[in-house]
């Protein structure tokens, strides 16, 4: 199946796999590239800085590297949710370079994006991780490490718990409607994917079930306990530091 202008066939998905094409509804957003290379747009400031104050105030974070280790994770989860469903359901992927995808830094969750032209490209692993991992994830990483003291195997954590996520309930979809052939390509693509060097190593995958080797302090907020594929059973008493690397 040819990509449609429309991406819509992520539409029945939910939020964390819909790509809205085309301009912006609100007037013009700034690009993911102007995040990543720390410019400024006109209305946000910052659109990476704009987003973490907008995470922290609303989960209350008591340090900015928790509430930039939540954006991140949630970004990535989106991006993720929007390539993962374009390969399973139409064979191939947009073009999702960070110059093409505009953001609502602050926006609601999940992260609004918007995709100015739809660019097809293959959807296989290879495909997906040069545009995903090192067209983005690589480049955001840089730069919160850059801004705030988060090691790299937080981030890289993150990355591979958003990728689990996002195929462990795209396959689900794809079962409970009938196409477990979508499904069956969507745990291919990620334990595929999982395996690629910026990802070895950051937790075990066993079926659909992951389960990572760092944490990403979500324990750390108000009321915040440990995620479902936690390095941890339960919240460290402990000083956090064990829980960054």
Same mark, same amino acid.
């Given at each position: 199946?040819? /990509?449609?202008?429309?991406?819509?066939?992520?539409?029945?998905? =939910?939020?964390?796999?819909?790509?809205?094409?085309?301009?912006?509804?609100?007037?013009?957003?700034?690009?993911?590239?102007?995040?990543?290379?720390?410019?400024?747009?006109?209305?946000?400031?910052?659109?990476?800085?704009?987003?973490?104050?907008?995470?922290?105030?609303?989960?209350?974070?008591?340090?900015?590297?928790?509430?930039?280790?939540?954006?991140?994770?949630?970004?990535?989860?989106?991006?993720?949710?929007?390539?993962?469903?374009?390969?399973?359901?139409?064979?191939?992927?947009?073009?999702?370079?960070?110059?093409? /995808?505009?953001?609502?830094?602050?926006?609601?969750?999940?992260?609004?994006?918007?995709?100015?032209?739809?660019?097809?490209?293959? =959807?296989?692993?290879?495909?997906?991780?040069?545009?995903?991992?090192?067209?983005?994830?690589?480049?955001?990483?840089?730069?919160?490490?850059?801004?705030?003291?988060?090691?790299?195997?937080?981030?890289?954590?993150?990355?591979?718990?958003? /990728?689990?996520?996002?195929?462990?309930?795209?396959?689900?979809?794809?079962?409970?409607?009938?196409?477990?052939?979508? =499904?069956?390509?969507?745990?291919? /693509?990620?334990?595929?994917?999982?395996?690629?060097?910026?990802?070895?190593?950051? =937790?075990?995958?066993?079926?659909?079930?992951?389960?990572?080797?760092? #944490?990403?302090?979500?324990?750390?907020?108000?009321?915040?306990?440990?995620?479902?594929? #936690?390095?941890?059973?339960?919240?460290?008493?402990?000083?956090?530091?064990?829980?960054?690397?």
């Amino acid at each position: 199946m040819d /990509l449609d202008p429309d991406l819509a066939a992520l539409r029945p998905l =939910g939020g964390f796999f819909l790509l809205r094409t085309g301009g912006a509804p609100h007037g013009p957003l700034p690009t993911l590239a102007q995040a990543y290379a720390d410019e400024a747009s006109d209305a946000y400031g910052n659109p990476l800085t704009t987003r973490i104050r907008k995470v922290a105030d609303g989960i209350r974070a008591p340090e900015p590297r928790i509430a930039a280790s939540v954006a991140q994770q949630a970004l990535a989860a989106r991006l993720w949710s929007a390539a993962l469903g374009c390969a399973a359901l139409y064979g191939r992927i947009p073009d999702l370079g960070p110059r093409l /995808l505009h953001w609502d830094p602050a926006g609601s969750a999940p992260d609004d994006l918007y995709l100015a032209e739809v660019r097809p490209l293959p =959807g296989d692993a290879a495909t997906v991780a040069d545009v995903v991992l090192q067209g983005h994830l690589q480049p955001l990483a840089a730069a919160l490490r850059a801004r705030h003291r988060i090691a790299p195997g937080l981030l890289w954590g993150n990355a591979a718990s958003a /990728l689990a996520g996002a195929a462990r309930q795209l396959e689900r979809w794809a079962r409970a409607g009938g196409r477990p052939e979508a =499904g069956d390509r969507a745990r291919d /693509l990620a334990a595929r994917l999982l395996a690629h060097p910026f990802l070895a190593g950051t =937790g075990t995958l066993t079926g659909a079930n992951f389960r990572r080797r760092s #944490c990403c302090l979500y324990y750390r907020v108000p009321g915040g306990g440990v995620c479902g594929d #936690c390095c941890f059973t339960r919240a460290p008493r402990s000083s956090p530091r064990a829980a960054s690397g």
